[in-house]
């Protein structure tokens, strides 16, 4: 029997005791021997929960036990997550976690520890919910270089943008459409503004390049600033706006990275990947493109994904399962000297301002919608995001911005 410990009896947490309840004899069988919870942490009392009998109030219970070899970590956030974890390792245990907010900041220096201790830290489950793609970046695709990875990688934005899409809903009513079905936050910020989407990308560039991406590196821009008008162009282009998390390595090595919504068309592997699903397109230098799609989050999928790993470090018990992440940090190419086509909108409609943003952009794509009859909308050609910022502070009439993938 290997006993576990469960940190926080939340959504997921509870989540992983339900699957280990369901699914313990196969479980058990993958993981050569019987997983028993035998405690679970959290502040709260769950009157009439057969969990009252494992439950305890007291960390150092978990950390103290020799009988415990493997500590679930589901408890979100940096602090006192990341306390926990450190000590637990330091102690002998081995760790599996969901915390994408931990695993960022702190990923390297905890699998240098597991690595030591020949002990295991594993985080399937901080990105992409049930979506396997931590363990293929770390052991199935080891003989490519990865040249990109783009991402939908929040369920929530991607449910807003669905909305807005399929229904004609301004943001604002997409949003409390989805705060009413539980998918956002009465506080939807992380969301929303692009944080969360943002730590995930970190984590995946971290272990593709090996090196450590620190999100505060990152370019983060969220869909707060969407509109319905937007979404009539995209649909006028043949088009859908997506939020994009991407990391790219170009044929210089140098590598960037940016979450932002993108204009896409069908031609790209995630256009078709809606409502709140999630999606992940890698790009290597060998075996070419290679998508993941699924439940990017979600009690039960993210729980899989916690308990496979659970599985993972049973089956490693005294042998460390080598991942590749230095906390030497990688240095990130500038955002501004990358380049991208540009969608626009600006106030007025004539043939004098055409000629003007012509004059300004050279040769641009004009798009045009039925009923927008006061304002100009335009494709630029491919232009570093500095040159934009450049030519974009001349047009005091701008209405909208949205960087353009076709």
């Known amino acids: 029997m290997i006993n576990i410990a469960v940190l926080g009896y939340g959504t997921i947490g509870s989540g992983v005791v339900e699957v280990l309840n369901i699914n313990g004899e196969s479980i058990?069988?993958?993981?050569?021997?019987?997983?028993?919870?035998?405690?679970v942490l959290d502040l709260k009392e769950f009157p009439g929960d057969p969990i009252m009998e494992k439950l305890v109030h007291d960390v150092n219970i978990i950390l103290e036990d020799p009988e415990i070899k493997i500590v679930v970590e589901v408890m979100g956030g940096v602090e006192p997550a990341y306390t926990f974890v450190k000590t637990a390792l330091l102690k002998g245990k081995s760790v599996v976690t969901s915390n994408k907010e931990l695993?960022?900041?702190?990923?390297a220096e905890l699998?240098?520890?597991?690595?030591?201790?020949?002990?295991?830290?594993?985080?399937?489950?901080?990105?992409?919910?049930?979506?396997?793609?931590?363990?293929?970046?770390?052991?199935?695709?080891?003989?490519?270089?990865?040249?990109?990875?783009?991402?939908?990688?929040?369920?929530t934005t991607n449910?807003?943008?669905?909305?807005?899409?399929?229904?004609?809903?301004?943001?604002?009513?997409?949003?409390?459409?989805a705060q009413d079905l539980g998918y956002a936050e009465r506080n939807p910020s992380a969301d929303v503004d692009g944080y969360d989407a943002c730590r995930k990308i970190a984590i995946l560039s971290s272990l593709a390049f090996g090196m450590q991406v620190?999100?505060?590196?990152?370019?983060?821009?969220?869909?707060?600033?969407?509109?319905?008008?937007?979404?009539?162009?995209?649909?006028?282009?043949?088009?859908?706006?997506?939020?994009?998390?991407t990391s790219v390595r170009d044929e210089k090595d140098n590598i960037h990275a940016m979450v932002a919504p993108m204009l896409i068309k069908s031609s790209h592997p995630l256009y078709s990947v809606d409502n709140v699903l999630n999606g992940i397109f890698v790009r290597g230098n060998v075996i070419g493109d290679v998508m993941f799609y699924g439940?990017?989050?979600?009690?039960?999928?993210?729980?899989?994904?916690?308990?496979?790993?659970v599985v993972d470090a049973a089956k490693h018990l005294g042998k460390n399962i080598w991942t590749i992440w230095s906390s030497k940090k990688l240095e990130l190419t500038?955002?501004?000297?990358?380049?991208?086509?540009?969608?626009?909108?600006?106030?007025?409609?004539?043939?004098?301002?055409?000629?003007?943003?012509?004059?300004?952009?050279?040769?641009?794509?004009?798009?045009?919608?039925?009923?927008?009859?006061?304002?100009?909308?335009f494709i630029t050609g491919s232009i570093t995001e500095q040159e934009f910022k450049d030519k974009k502070d001349s047009l005091d009439n701008l209405q909208s911005v949205i960087r353009v993938r076709f």
Request: charged share 25%; proline share 2%; aromatic share 6%.
């Open 103 to 107: 695993v960022a900041k702190h990923g």
């Open 214 to 245: 620190d999100y505060e590196d990152i370019y983060t821009e969220g869909i707060t600033k969407i509109t319905d008008t937007d979404i009539k162009y995209a649909k006028a282009l043949g088009a859908k706006i997506k939020l994009f998390a």
């Open 159 to 177: 449910f807003i943008l669905s909305k807005m899409t399929d229904e004609g809903l301004d943001f604002e009513t997409a949003l409390k459409n």
């Open 334 to 377: 500038d955002i501004n000297q990358v380049s991208h086509r540009f969608f626009v909108r600006v106030n007025g409609k004539s043939a004098e301002l055409t000629k003007e943003l012509m004059d300004q952009f050279g040769d641009i794509e004009l798009v045009n919608v039925d009923g927008m009859e006061d304002e100009t909308a």
């Open 111 to 155: 699998l240098k520890i597991a690595k030591e201790r020949n002990l295991n830290f594993l985080f399937e489950a901080s990105v992409g919910g049930g979506i396997p793609i931590i363990r293929p970046l770390n052991q199935s695709l080891t003989a490519d270089e990865i040249m990109e990875i783009t991402g939908i990688l929040n369920g």
């Open 295 to 309: 439940s990017g989050a979600g009690k039960l999928p993210t729980a899989s994904a916690v308990v496979a790993d």
């Open 28 to 39: 058990g069988k993958k993981a050569g021997d019987t997983i028993n919870i035998k405690y």
